[in-house]
Structure formats: structure tokens, C-alpha cells
């Protein structure tokens, strides 16, 4: 299982962000996606699930109306759209599937 994430980086609060996560060594479409992120000092949470077909989905209360999850499945990736961003949403977001995680990609909102 190989998790690469990217498009992260520095915005400023009420912005906006697009990460990408390249999936390769397993079937991806047979596989529930998950995106996580760190904040310093805190555990990884889940913020938000996809389906394997992308048809159902469930966010984090923190990010719920924010943030949404979709998959393109026949390019093997999976993206966040965040939008709104909160100082509160800096961290290191990470892909994850089938119990593995990316190596993540920093976000941080501060202006």
C-alpha cells in the first residue's frame, strides 16, 4: 500500500485548499478512503470517509459543511476540498486505507 498526499501549504483564514492523495498497491475502488489530519500536540483524527464508490459519505463535526471528501477511482485518488479554513484546521492531513497512512502534507491557516 503507497499513500502520497500533496497540495498542501500556507493559507490564510476563509481560504480555501484542494488536497490530493495518489493511491497505488491495492484495488483501490474496493477500498473505504479516509482522510485524517494531526494538529501539533494532539492524536490523528479522522476528519473524513468515503465509500468505495464515493456515494457516502461522513465528516468530522469540526469540518462538517467545510470540507468534503470525493474519489476518482479511475485515477486511483482520492481529494479534500476545504474551504472556510480555520486556524483550528492547521495540521498534518493524511490519507489512509486499509490501516496504513500517507506521509501527510502540512496545512497551515494563519494569516
Known amino acids: 500500500v503507497q499513500l502520497v498526499e500533496s497540495g498542501g501549504g500556507l493559507v490564510q483564514p476563509g481560504g480555501s485548499l484542494r488536497l490530493s492523495c495518489a493511491a497505488s498497491g491495492f484495488t483501490f475502488r474496493k477500498y473505504v478512503m479516509n482522510w485524517g489530519r494531526q494538529a501539533p500536540g494532539k492524536e490523528r483524527e479522522v476528519v473524513a470517509v468515503s465509500s468505495m464508490e464515493g456515494s457516502s459519505t461522513n465528516y468530522a463535526d469540526s469540518v462538517k459543511g467545510r470540507f468534503t471528501i470525493s474519489r476518482d477511482n479511475a485515477m486511483n485518488t482520492v481529494y479534500l476540498q476545504m474551504n472556510t479554513l480555520k486556524p483550528e484546521d492547521t495540521g498534518v492531513y493524511y490519507c489512509?486505507?486499509?490501516?496504513?497512512w500517507g506521509q501527510g502534507t502540512q496545512v497551515t491557516v494563519s494569516s
Open positions: 489512509g486505507a486499509l490501516g496504513h
